[in-house]
């Protein structure tokens, strides 16, 4: 069964950082294309990142290009999402994405909230 769960969301000033985790497992982590979403209160689910399965290459929306920065490590099944200068905007429920045999497939989410 696959279980992804995402960690490390919180409260954080504008202008802060904050570092996102998702474990997975249940399926092999290595031959899978990873990716992170967010849902802004009021809003759609919004694609932001992708990573490829050796992390050889990372995609961004442009929204958070040069702030946020995909990561994976395929010995411990986790893929993270670095997020630097954080804005108001940035506030959303954080989910990361697996597509498998064309099912999508997500955690719980993780709540990051931008206030000061």
């Known amino acids: 069964e696959v279980q992804l769960v995402e960690s490390g969301g919180g409260l954080v000033q504008p202008g802060g950082s904050l570092r996102l985790s998702c474990a997975a497992s249940g399926f092999t982590f290595s031959k899978y294309v990873m990716s992170w979403v967010r849902q802004a209160p009021g809003k759609g689910l919004e694609w932001i990142a992708y990573i490829t399965t050796s992390g050889a290459s990372t995609g961004y929306v442009d929204s958070v290009k040069g702030r946020f920065t995909i990561s994976r490590d395929n010995a411990k099944n986790t893929v993270d999402l670095q997020m630097n200068s954080l804005e108001p905007e940035d506030t959303a429920v954080y989910y990361c994405?697996?597509?498998?045999?064309?099912?999508?497939?997500w955690g719980s989410g993780t709540l990051v909230t931008v206030s000061s």
């Open positions: 994405n697996l597509v498998k045999s064309g099912v999508n497939y």
